[in-house]
């Protein structure tokens, strides 16, 4: 994820935790929904901004556009029953009832209405239904009210950063039924929010509407509100039901094409059905195609990085993602030099935001380039679609954006001629650290003392080398042997001086970087595991790797530590230096499996499932804390992990796939399972709708012991499944 900066006095401190600090997203529970550009985050009871100094609110492009909303029934708060997001549409239903009431000396008991809410989003509207129903044995008359708000705040300002100056800020009541705010931002762009209600009013200013409901035994009501967000004109609202509709439609449409997965334990489906709804729910349609976007509230935006390693993740699912991933990231990509923006020609993008204070240039990120693994990591998605669909037409499309990164990782990215990737952020505002560790302490030696640059991180080596074998598997596909056979011969020479400079033979393990004078960080980190994952590691020295991070002072039984408990630097509450983060643990997995290295594997996959199942609506966050697990107890939250994350719901589908052994190889027309092994809390898993070109399989895999038997239930087309030991 990204660092952003805290302004202290004339000086930027890129401090994850000290931005973050003010505004905990895990103090209590808390829902989001998201479509397109715009996400909102709720509280418990489906309001915003009932306690202040929260993440709460409704975005759109990194801007908040409602930040208060609050249901009340007599003045006074509701009392939640049930709250719900459903996996399989993105509304979230909330039910509640009354308080002890006294209305004009008549008394309605508490627990005699109920009030259901209904709530939605779609192209950057907020949908509101409230229901009320009165179940008492007289009739009820009471008053319901909405307080609500717009301060119009820059995501970066809702994190925690001060600002000198802010823009003009105005509202009015527009008729009987509707209000509008709106905002002269510093970037010159006017923004508004109209908030519409229905049925009829008894009373509305511009902080407060509020109805008078009468209600016979048995009888219901219905109450509406939309809020439409946006720069110069506003989106005009549909009807309710036309809208719900609408955005089920999408979303069965955008997953139409996924693998389903069915197993013989119904928490671990609970998981897995939350885990493939929250990659679709971040999930945004491009006129490129579909783009994961990172992580609510914090990163609901493109990065480079997460949007690839969660199509890496989820590409045995669905390809799709990968080919939105690849020509977003192709467009984006850099043809020229900015050095505010760490852009050069070839780079991939790290992060773009559409805020007022990017726009502005208060933060670097309008469209930033400062991820020195962005790149091969391009290259490397490009090889794994291609090897997962065939499609020769895509990748010839985008092979000069392949050269193109290519040609970056060894002119830009090689700075000293070293034959290693390394980074140095180009202007003091930019990201200090620049791989996916980009916290400011994140890369150190032994002795905890901060390396300086330019910074050669170990993943990245492994990255670039397997970008080069990619790069050697397309070329030779689009008829260039040549070039194939040069790629495979620089692969090689990488491989062999990574092996060279990077193995601490004292600590059994890959160095975390080299620093600026070829010194290595003799650190023990979760970084080796990507080595692994890459297929750079020595057969002899991954054994070596592995057993290394399932020792307990890497391994907290909830998952791989990003940095062992034995290290200087080591602190369980960090962002990056001892806490446990999913995607990494699956990236890991997958590394395992290359080596053969099952049985750690299967401890991994388990960790994740034992850690969702601790977590509200079996999701699992962005990062959680490195404490050691303990009976009876879940892992500990981070105070500001997003949830959903989109390489966090990717991690589980990532970490099943390796211990399957699948593999979807279309060159070979093969649905392989290669030693495949499960978990004993599973004894089947049913994959339906696994697809390959043009064919189409079910497959059950069920366990025996230590074995896996598979079993073809069904098969469409010429795809050959297959399963070796």
């Known amino acids: 994820m990204t660092e952003h900066p805290q302004p202290d006095g004339d000086r930027n401190v890129w401090s994850e935790q000290e931005i973050a600090s003010q505004t905990s997203v895990v103090d209590r529970p808390q829902y989001s929904l998201k479509h397109g550009e715009a996400f909102v985050v709720l509280d418990c009871c489906g309001n915003i901004g009932a306690m202040p100094g929260t993440a709460e609110g409704l975005f759109y492009k990194d801007t908040r556009y409602l930040s208060r909303f609050e249901l009340r029934i007599e003045g006074q708060r509701l009392v939640l029953l049930s709250a719900s997001v459903h996996q399989d549409k993105p509304a979230l239903a909330i039910d509640l009832t009354n308080p002890d009431l006294v209305v004009t000396g008549e008394p309605v008991p508490h627990d005699t209405i109920a009030i259901e809410r209904t709530r939605f989003i779609r192209r950057a509207v907020a949908y509101e239904r409230i229901k009320i129903r009165n179940y008492g044995s007289a009739r009820a008359r009471f008053g319901m009210d909405v307080l609500f708000g717009s301060d119009f705040r820059d995501l970066f300002e809702v994190r925690g950063m001060k600002r000198r100056a802010r823009g003009k800020t105005s509202a009015r009541v527009v008729d009987r039924a509707a209000v509008e705010f709106a905002y002269a931002g510093l970037d010159g762009i006017e923004r508004a929010t109209a908030i519409t209600f229905s049925p009829e009013l008894a009373r509305l200013t511009v902080d407060r509407a509020s109805w008078t409901v009468e209600l016979a035994p048995g009888e219901e009501t219905v109450l509406f509100v939309d809020v439409a967000c946006g720069e110069q004109t506003l ?377 969702a199942t601790h977590q509200d609506a079996m999701r699992l966050p962005e990062l959680f804390c490195g404490f050691q697990r303990k009976p009876y107890r879940g892992p500990t939250a981070y105070p500001v992990a997003c949830a959903p994350q989109a390489w966090a719901a990717a991690s589980v589908f990532g970490a099943l796939g390796a211990c399957l052994g699948l593999q979807l190889r279309h060159p070979e027309n093969e649905i392989l399972f290669e030693d495949p092994t499960m978990p004993d809390f599973l004894q089947a898993i049913t994959l339906e709708n696994l697809t390959l070109g043009d064919s189409r399989a079910c497959v059950e895999l069920r366990r025996y012991m230590s074995d896996v038997a598979v079993h073809v239930r069904d098969r469409q087309g010429s795809a050959r499944v297959l399963v070796t030991k």
């Open 235 to 611: 989106p005009e609202p549909e009807r309710f039901l036309v809208g719900l509709h609408g955005v089920r439609r999408e979303r069965r449409a955008l997953c139409a094409g996924a693998a389903r997965i069915s197993t013989s334990n119904e928490l671990f489906d609970e998981v897995l059905g939350r885990a493939r709804s929250d990659v679709y729910t971040v999930t945004t349609a491009t006129p490129l195609g579909p783009y994961p976007y990172a992580g609510i509230p914090w990163f609901s935006t493109m990065f480079g990085r997460d949007g690839i390693i969660t199509a890496l993740l989820f590409a045995w699912m669905d390809p799709s993602l990968a080919r939105g991933v690849l020509e977003n990231l192709a467009a984006l990509q850099a043809t020229g030099f900015n050095r505010a923006a760490d852009a050069e020609p070839g780079k991939i993008m790290h992060e773009i935001r559409h805020g007022e204070m990017a726009n502005a240039g208060e933060v670097p990120f309008r469209r930033y380039y400062g991820s020195v693994d962005a790149t091969p990591l391009f290259v490397m998605l490009a090889g794994q679609y291609f090897e997962r669909t065939g499609d020769r037409e895509t990748i010839g499309r985008l092979w000069p954006n392949v050269e193109a990164a290519l040609s970056w990782i060894d002119t830009y990215g090689d700075r000293d001629g070293d034959g290693f990737v390394e980074y140095q952020r180009e202007t003091e505002s930019g990201l200090a650290n620049q791989g996916w560790k980009d916290s400011h302490d994140a890369v150190f030696h032994a002795d905890g003392t901060m390396a300086s640059g330019p910074i050669a991180l170990c993943e990245v080596q492994a990255y670039v080398f397997a970008a080069k074998r990619s790069a050697a598997t397309l070329a030779e596909a689009l008829g260039m042997p040549a070039e194939a056979r040069r790629f495979r011969d620089e692969a090689e020479e990488i491989r062999v001086r990574f092996e060279r400079a990077f193995w601490c033979e004292e600590l059994g393990t890959y160095a975390l970087a080299l620093d600026g004078d070829k010194h290595p960080c003799r650190v023990r980190t979760s970084n080796a595991g990507h080595a692994l994952f890459a297929g750079i590691a020595a057969p002899e020295r991954a054994a070596r790797v592995s057993e290394g991070l399932m020792r307990p002072s890497a391994f907290s039984g909830w998952g791989i530590r990003t940095l062992a408990s034995t290290e200087a630097r080591y602190n369980p509450v960090s962002y990056h230096n001892g806490s446990v983060w999913p995607h990494d643990n699956a990236i890991i997995a997958m590394g395992f499996t290359r080596y053969g290295f099952m049985d750690a594997a299967q401890r991994i996959l388990g960790a994740l499932f034992g850690a």
